[in-house]
């Protein structure tokens, strides 16, 4: 079983920056497509960013230009750098990692809250 590990959240003022993290236990990290979805109160849980195996990345359009998705293949790590961040980005963000087979493992979330 992929055990997802995420740190990084809290609480921000409006047009800092964070950087949330997160590491997956016992598989080949390079192989999988990575991804942040984020969940803010009473709403539904949306796509931020995406990474596939080969590198291509994709971005709501709510956050391009201000959030940056990276990994590292040899930290089985992926990472979601948040720069100009908006009181609207509050949410509670999950890392996904998707195998070859579609088959889906989620973090357990963390809390980004952005508040003067």
């Known amino acids: 079983q992929v055990q997802l590990v995420e740190?990084?959240?809290?609480l921000v003022q409006p047009g800092g920056s964070l950087r949330l993290s997160c590491t997956a236990s016992r598989i080949m990290f390079r192989i999988y497509a990575v991804g942040w979805y984020r969940q803010g109160s009473g709403k539904q849980r949306e796509l931020v960013a995406t990474m596939s195996s080969g590198g291509s990345?994709?971005?709501a359009n709510?956050?391009?230009g201000r959030f940056?998705?990276?990994r590292d293949n040899a930290k089985n790590t992926v990472y979601?750098?948040?720069n100009t961040l908006k009181?609207?980005?509050t949410a509670i963000y999950y890392c996904l990692i998707e195998d070859p087979g579609n088959?889906?493992?989620w973090g357990q979330g963390?809390?980004?809250t952005v508040s003067s």
């Open 103 to 105: 088959f889906r493992s």
């Open 110 to 112: 963390t809390q980004v």
């Open 68 to 70: 940056t998705i990276s």
């Open 62 to 64: 709510s956050v391009k």
């Open 80 to 82: 979601l750098q948040m």
């Open 7 to 10: 740190s990084g959240g809290g």
């Open 87 to 89: 009181p609207e980005d």
């Open 57 to 59: 990345t994709n971005y």
